[in-house]
């Protein structure tokens, strides 16, 4: 209690600056009202008014968007060296302001400190990370042939949108902005309206650290307008995109007209599949952790468990007893699991899978329940007796919630988890070291983990396929987003040119 009692002192010291003025939008380095008037930030902790956030639409986005193509020249053509160092002022500053990070984090979406206490270090791990590739990033290739010398190059593509969610929005934002940055591109960021706390924070320390004034503008506002003007402003070269299938599609229409450049990560209903020749112990703690960790609000999170029918009962019976020892509580006390769900509109999703669940014929085999009703609390929950065609198999539910359904062979197994639109991740439990490069072989997903958790390394390519994405993140694959390629070939002596009209 003492610990909880401390973190809100702090955290309302924190939030006093907002209270009183609000969170304005960030463009070329001033702070600017929303033309739109303002939407409050509500905290899902106790339905509290957070603070009032500019709503930003289309011509503050157009305002943003000149910010960033004005800055672009001067950033691209700095010398890589300096990026490098920028980029690693920002993230000692990130870090210098962890703690403010997280307690805001938790108390604008509902994530527990336990989680997002390390979400800031992410972030600036995410900087250090592309600040070290700078100087390398626009290295190309030598390609002799006969006649000429080619070479290749890469050039940063220009300013760039970065559209992000309301799940671990710091992190995530810092995923995107981090190795755009580094490529060269200038940024304009339209964070989730129902997170816009760090993302103020971030732009404000970027430019504490020293990053130039419209390299990184953030506009706050609602998808429909600000969002989609984003999407199709003409001098936006390309957009960064992490939301919902849904939303992918309709911001690729969106783009068609300019012919944005689209990366795009998705939603996912993820299967992790244990077979019973593996750790048990392990699988029960990983399965355990990759649904109930971040309020089950993750892209990654492991949502439905394909469990070997000769271990089924046993497996079951001990997830039981742990989700029900899961603590639900305030997300700054310390010992808090699960904080609350992060709006109203999502909290009524979330929970209207209870009922979907019976109708299916499922069983609740645990939680199933609100609790309280200061904020958007649930108990962590396990339907069992399900098979993969209901709709808590196929549906991505996006809260604290796990499916479990039997299989009997790998075959069954197999296509169980590849029968989904989605395909972002894929967990494998087994210590059959063939089944498991036979399995991982035909799983349709992004991104797979054996005998492990999602143990993110920041070199791999991070996406999905299906529904669940177009694009990769991560190491190189970061660059080859937001930079063009360019080819210039050199003849190397007097070869022969074909002479037409001669
Ligand atoms: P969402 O798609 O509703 O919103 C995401 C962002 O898009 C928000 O900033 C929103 O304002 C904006 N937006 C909405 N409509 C738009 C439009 N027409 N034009 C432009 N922008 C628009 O997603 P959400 O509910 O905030 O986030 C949860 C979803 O994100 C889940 O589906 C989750 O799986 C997904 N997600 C995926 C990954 C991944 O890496 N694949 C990571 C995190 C979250």
Same mark, same amino acid.
């Given at each position: 209690m003492a610990a909880l009692s401390a973190n809100i002192e702090k955290l309302n010291g924190y939030l006093s600056r907002f209270k009183n003025t609000g969170i304005m939008n960030r463009i070329a380095g001033e702070d600017c009202a929303g033309s739109a008037g303002v939407f409050q930030s509500i905290s %899902? #902790?106790? $339905?509290? #008014?957070v603070c009032d956030v500019a709503r930003g639409d289309v011509s503050d986005v157009d305002a943003a968007a000149k910010a960033a193509a004005d800055a672009f020249p001067a950033w691209r053509d700095m010398p890589a060296l300096e990026r490098k160092k920028i980029l690693l002022k920002v993230a000692d500053a990130i870090e210098a302001r962890a703690e403010e990070i997280a307690l805001c984090e938790c108390w604008d979406t509902g994530q527990t400190l336990r989680f997002m206490s390390k979400a800031a270090l992410r972030g600036a791990e995410n900087f250090r990370y592309f600040a070290d590739q700078v100087t390398a990033s626009r290295d190309g290739q030598h390609l002799q042939s006969p006649t000429l010398m080619n070479v290749t190059t890469r050039k940063p593509i220009g300013p760039v949108g970065v559209i992000t969610p309301w799940n671990t929005p710091f992190m995530l934002s810092t995923w995107k902005i981090a190795p755009a940055l580094a490529a060269g591109c200038t940024v304009v960021h339209k964070p989730a309206e129902d997170s816009p706390l760090t993302a103020r924070l971030l732009v404000e320390i970027a430019e504490e650290a020293g990053l130039p004034p419209g390299v990184l503008n953030t506009v706050n506002g609602y998808g429909h307008d600000a969002g989609k003007r984003l999407t199709e402003h %003409? @001098?936006? $070269? @390309?957009i960064a995109f992490v939301g919902e299938s849904r939303t992918g599609s309709i911001i690729t229409k969106q783009g068609a007209d300019t012919l944005k450049r689209m990366h795009l990560e998705l939603g996912g209903k993820n299967p992790v599949i244990v077979f019973d020749d593996a750790d048990l112990d392990r699988a029960l703690d990983a399965v355990i952790f990759m649904i109930y960790s971040i309020n089950g609000e993750r892209c990654t999170s492991s949502s439905r468990l394909l469990i070997q029918d000769t271990i089924r009962e046993e497996f079951e019976t001990k997830l039981v007893e742990r989700v029900n020892n899961i603590k639900v509580g305030h997300p700054l006390d310390p010992v808090t699991e699960i904080g609350p769900i992060v709006t109203e509109e999502h909290y009524n999703k979330v929970t209207s899978y209870f009922d979907i669940a019976k109708e299916d +014929? /499922?069983? #609740? @085999? /645990?939680g199933g329940v609100k609790v309280g009703?200061? +904020?958007?609390f649930v108990r962590p929950t396990l339907f069992t007796n399900a098979n993969n065609k209901m709709r808590i198999a196929q549906e991505?539910?996006? +809260?604290p919630v796990l499916t479990s359904i039997p299989f009997s062979t790998e075959e069954e197994a197999l296509e169980m988890a590849n029968d989904t639109q989605y395909g972002l991740t894929g967990y494998v439990w087994t210590n059959d070291l063939t089944r498991a490069l036979r399995f991982t072989d035909s799983l349709e997903a992004g991104m797979i983990w054996v005998n492990s958790e999602n143990v993110r390394h920041l070199p791999t390519p991070f996406g999905g396929v299906k529904a669940s994405g177009i694009g990769r993140d991560g190491g190189d694959w970061s660059f080859e987003f937001y930079m063009e390629q360019k080819h210039i070939g050199f003849a190397t002596g007097q070869h022969k040119i074909m002479r037409l009209g001669a």
């Open positions: %899902p #902790v106790d $339905k509290s #008014v %003409p @001098a936006i $070269k @390309a +014929g /499922a069983t #609740v @085999a /645990a009703d200061e +904020g958007y991505e539910i996006f +809260g």
